[in-house]
Each structure stands twice: as structure tokens, then as C-alpha cells.
């Protein structure tokens, strides 16, 4: 904090000698003081309504030589407002201002209150420069300042950067964490100290910054790790110390509306955090671990993520198909991968394109992910009975057009969806299968019939997620013939790709954001009767790819040439994939 100069007058005698307080009045505040030690003298009596308020700004910008702030006139940036908590700011009645360098110019009503500014010093990490103005302009300006300012369930702080999270994590290095006989009580007030929210906070500021899927708390034996997962890549951003792992685990479980009592059974919650003017999900998952409580955050951004077809990175020919399979009026729309390749994103584009006040849409899912507005969404709850067969069934005499089903998981579902989709119903559902035509096989050793396969499913698509090439930093190469080979190419041809080289705008990675690769399999007549004669999986997607199916790898090369991702990251995605089984016409030519 930047002092004032000269000798300081005696802050209760100041305020009798210009008449910013009657003593009768002061005499009081010091009552409550006694009572309430934590809370300033001065800041008793402008609470209490027992201060002239004109006449304090005129004593302090006399006798003790702080500056004036004019709220009314003054322009306060978004970045500099987003510095201190909206809760901080009306605890001690501040404002940030304005920022020029390292040092953080703060309106108060009561600038001798060093509490306040000793905490905003460890919060932000930056000198305080005190300044004065008039308490009920300064609540009435703290109001209007944090309309539209960011929140999460209490408001978060400043996007700073990862370097200062560590910063932040060592000023609890030094704090007495709870012992197992502690209250509760006390964990919550723990899980709420500056320091704690503040990490949290940023974490997850940091998490939305960076647009991540995930973020993972984890306890070790001798630290906490915090990682966060962006475009399928997990990233280690900040290391504390073990002692402040249950601070941490408790303030998400307080945000969630968890109970921070239990320890031994896992807990499932969500809550919302507001930033850059939009809401984002956050799904909470915590699971005892050998070390304490492991959290996992799934980040569910509506604002970053886009549930336009169009956008996702099929190409016109895909797009096409997967409409022409949507506008039917009946049937059943698979879409198969792996847990994180974006099949429930997909379907949601689907349900997007398909909505309208005439459809009547609902979906069932666990959970449900993506709160979509105009749509029906059904959370899955089996501890009381509410599971996929069971809301299928309540679904159905709901009358709806369009059923999302967020996985196929048993026998059960599987007969439910498909008497949904004979009986005049399109659904839409996902299986946990490595290709399209799997799914069929799939299918059938749950028990159904090849003749209901053959009445219901429109389309099955197998679908991945590769990371997009940063086009600010993007450079061609040609390939040598080992890679040619490797990708199936001709290698008497000559083929250009990109390559990841790093920039600022892509922190060095030479990736930014993810697109869909994917094999779709239409039920064409011909699959239909080889499907009815029980044709084995190698005969269909022999018959598939001779019909124009581009297998993954195959879509994924197509992407590499017109530089959307590079040669390194199709290998990354799909070499599983292929080495289950080889395409029967090679990459493309």
C-alpha cells in the first residue's frame, strides 16, 4: 500500500474535529467494536448510517492526503473490475479502479482499513494505491459494476494467467488445514477463506479460458495435481501442497451443494459459473481415492461448443446424409466411439436442426449433459428406480416425436428403443462400439432380431475427434515415403500436409480446438438383406466400402490433406482402428 506522508491524527479524534461523527456516536462504534473485534471502527459508524459522509472525504483528503475517485465520471475497465470479488467488494465497500503495472489503484470508503487492503494485496498480487470516495456512492457503484459481472455460485475472479496459480497455491502453503475430529463447521469456513475460493476460482476460470472438457483434482501422497483435458490432451496446470487438498475438494462440494461431511461414497452434482457474458456447466463427480476424495469436473461450455452440423467438421457429403436419415419420419440413428469422441454432441446437433414448436422432442440420459432450452430432458436415477428401460416406458405415453436416448446400454433399452422407433418414433441413441458395422453384431448379442435391425436403424456412424492445425501457424511439408506408406498413399505421388510449428495463439501446442472424423454406414437395400441373411461383419463393411463408406482413417487423411489436422495426429487417433482391421480400397489417392 502507498502511505500517505507526514504525522496522521488520531482517527476518532479527526473525526469529532471536522464533525464527521458525534461523540455519542463514536462512543457507540466503540461499543461494538469490543463486540465484534474484526470489523473497523470507521466502518461501524458508515454501516450504521452515524458518518457524514462529505465531511470524511474532506478529512481524508486533507489530513491524511488520499486521492478523490469521482465515481460519476470515472470509466472502470472490465479486466481491471474483474480483479476483486463482487463479495469482497461489498464487504469492505471497494472498487477496483485502474491498473498501471503492478500497482492496483482501489476506491474505498474507509482507505485506513488495512485488513481490507492486505487481503486484496495477497488476492491479486499487486500494491494497493488507496483513494477515497463517498460510501453510498460506492454502493451504489459496486451494485451497477457487477450487473453483468462474472459468477459462480459466489462471483469468480480475474482470468490471470496459469503462472499466478501457483503463486496463489504457495500462499496456502502456510495455512492449518483440519485434523479428521474437526467440525464440519470448520471445514466449511476453511473451504471459504480468500485464499481457497480464490484457487478454485481460477482454476476453473482457467479451465473455461482454455476451453478444456475436463478438470481433474487428484490427491497424492505428498501433493494435490491439478490437470485439465483440452482437445483430448491432459494438461498439468498447478501443483499445491497435500495439506490443501480437503479445502479444495470442499469448496466444489460447497459450490455443488454437496455434503462436505461424507467421505466415503461417491457424489455426483453440478452448478453453473457465468464468464464472458455466458453460463457454463459444471458437472461434479467425486470419488474417495487411497489419497482423499478425487474430483472431476466435466466442463460443459454451450457458448464455446457449437451444436451446428455444419460446424463440426462433417463434410457437405456427410451432412447430407445424416439430414436426408434425420427428416425420416420414423427409425432409429446410432452414432458409436469411445467415451470423449463427441457422440453426444452430435446427436444434439441433430435434435438442434430437428427442433422446432411443431416436434415435440425429449430426451433420457445419465446424466443429462447439455440443458438445452424447448427441449424435454430426462435425468437418469437408478438408486430410485428411474432407469433407461423404466423412463423409455413413462416417455412413450408422452406422445413425443423425437426420443434421444443417451446410451444403449442393455437388452432392455435396446427393446424399448426399438419398439419407439417401429411404432412411428425417430430415436436417436449411442453404442459403445469401434466401428459402424460392429454395431450390428453388437445389436444382435443383445438379443435383437436381424429383421428388426433391418425395419429400424436408418444410419450407424463411428465417429472420433482429432485436433484442429492452428492456421495462424500451420506450415506445408511433403512427406517421405516411409509416411506414405504408413498412411496407405501412393508413394510414387507427391501429397501435401501441415504440420503443428506453435504460436502465441495456440500456447505453443499448434493445435486449437478438435473435428470430427467418421464412417457412416447407410442401410442401403443391400445392407438391408445381407444384415437379414446374418452376413458377417467383414462381408458388410466389404459391401459398404465398395458403396462409397470412407472408413475413419480414410476420413481423417481426407482432413490431413486439406491441412484441417496433420499426419501425426490421424496416426494418433486412428492407429487402433486400423490396425483392427485394414481398409479394402487403401486411403485415397
Known amino acids: 500500500m502507498e502511505k500517505s506522508g507526514g504525522s496522521l491524527p488520531d482517527l476518532k479524534e479527526a473525526l469529532l474535529a471536522v464533525g464527521a461523527a458525534k461523540p455519542e456516536d463514536v462512543r457507540w462504534a466503540l461499543q461494538e ?29 486533507s489530513q491524511y492526503s488520499y486521492g478523490l475517485v469521482s465515481l460519476k465520471m470515472v470509466v472502470i475497465h472490465e479486466d481491471v473490475l474483474k480483479l476483486i470479488p463482487k463479495r469482497f467488494c461489498e464487504m469492505y465497500c471497494c472498487l477496483p479502479v485502474s491498473i498501471h503495472e503492478k500497482t492496483l489503484t482501489v476506491a474505498f470508503a474507509n482507505p485506513t482499513n488495512l485488513r481490507a487492503i492486505d487481503e486484496i494485496q495477497v488476492i491479486t498480487g499487486r500494491r494497493v494505491r488507496a483513494t477515497i470516495a463517498e460510501y453510498s456512492l460506492l454502493k451504489e457503484r459496486i451494485k451497477k459494476s ?6 459462480v455460485t459466489e462471483p469468480l475472479v480475474a482470468e490471470e494467467n496459469t503462472e499466478e496459480l501457483g503463486m496463489i497455491a504457495k500462499l496456502v502453503e502456510g495455512e492449518v488445514f483440519l485434523d479428521k475430529q474437526e ?23 482457467e479451465g473455461v479460458r482454455r476451453r478444456a472438457s475436463d478438470i481433474f483434482i487428484e490427491p497424492w501422497e505428498n501433493f494435490v495435481r491439478v490437470r485439465i ?24 462440494k460447497i459450490m455443488s451443494q454437496l455434503n462436505i461431511a461424507e467421505h466415503r461414497v461417491p457424489q455426483d452434482g453440478r452448478f453453473k459459473v457465468r464468464t464472458q457474458g455466458r453460463e457454463v456447466d459444471m458437472r461434479v463427480s467425486v470419488l474417495p481415492s487411497s489419497f482423499g476424495e478425487k474430483v472431476c469436473l466435466r466442463v460443459l461450455d454451450t457458448g464455446a461448443q457449437s451444436h451446428d452440423i455444419g460446424k463440426l467438421g462433417f463434410t457437405d457429403k456427410e451432412q447430407q446424409i445424416i439430414k436426408a436419415c434425420a427428416e425420416k419420419p420414423h427409425g432409429m440413428i446410432l452414432v458409436t466411439g469411445p467415451t470423449g469422441s463427441g457422440k453426444t ?7 438442434k436442426y430437428l427442433d422446432s414448436p411443431k416436434v415435440n422432442i425429449t430426451t433420457v440420459e445419465d446424466p443429462v449433459e447439455y440443458q438445452i432450452h424447448g427441449i424435454n430432458q430426462v435425468n437418469v436415477r437408478e438408486s430410485i428406480g428411474l432407469t433407461f428401460p423404466a423412463a423409455l416406458r413413462s416417455i412413450l405415453r408422452q406422445d413425443p416425436d423425437i426420443i434421444l436416448i443417451g446410451e444403449i446400454r442393455d437388452a432392455d433399452t435396446l427393446d424399448i428403443a426399438v419398439k419407439a422407433a417401429l411404432t412411428g418414433h425417430l430415436v436417436l441413441s449411442t453404442l459403445h462400439t469401434n466401428d459402424a458395422v460392429s454395431s450390428i453384431t453388437r445389436m444382435v448379442n443383445l ?27 500451420r506450415v506445408p511439408y511433403e512427406p517421405d515415403l516411409v509416411t506414405c506408406q504408413a498412411a496407405g498413399l501412393d508413394p510414387q505421388k ?20 478438435r473435428s470430427v472424423i467418421t464412417e457412416i454406414l447407410e442401410m442401403t437395400p443391400q445392407i438391408l438383406e445381407m444384415v437379414m441373411q446374418g452376413a458377417s461383419v467383414d462381408e458388410l463393411s466389404q459391401t459398404a466400402r ?44
Open 33 to 61: 467494536h469490543v463486540k465484534s473485534p474484526k470489523k473497523h471502527l470507521l466502518d461501524l459508524l458508515l454501516e450504521a448510517g452515524k458518518c457524514d459522509e462529505k465531511k470524511l472525504v474532506e478529512l481524508f483528503i
Open 146 to 151: 457487477f450487473e453483468n459481472a462474472i459468477g
Open 183 to 205: 467440525q464440519v463447521a470448520d471445514l466449511m469456513e476453511m473451504a471459504n477463506q480468500a485464499p481457497v475460493v480464490k484457487l478454485v476460482n481460477m482454476v476453473l476460470l
Open 229 to 252: 483435458r483440452v482437445d483430448g490432451v491432459l494438461e498439468e496446470i498447478v501443483k499445491p501442497q497435500k495439506s490443501f487438498g480437503a479445502a479444495i475438494v470442499s469448496r466444489v
Open 345 to 351: 454432441t452430435t446427436l444434439y446437433s441433430v435434435l
Open 447 to 473: 438379443g435383437l432380431e436381424p429383421f428388426l435391425i433391418a425395419s429400424t436403424v436408418l444410419m450407424i456412424s463411428a465417429q472420433r475427434l482429432v485436433r484442429r492445425l492452428c492456421h495462424r501457424c
Open 494 to 513: 507427391k501429397f501435401q500436409f501441415w504440420r503443428a510449428k506453435g504460436c502465441t495463439h495456440c500456447r505453443k501446442l499448434g493445435y486449437q480446438g
Open 546 to 589: 465398395a458403396n462409397g463408406m470412407n472408413t475413419l482413417r480414410e476420413s481423417a487423411i481426407q482432413k490431413a490433406m486439406t491441412g484441417e489436422t496433420s499426419l501425426e495426429e490421424v496416426f494418433r487417433v486412428t492407429t487402433a482402428d486400423q490396425e483392427a482391421k485394414e481398409p479394402a480400397g487403401g486411403a485415397p489417392q
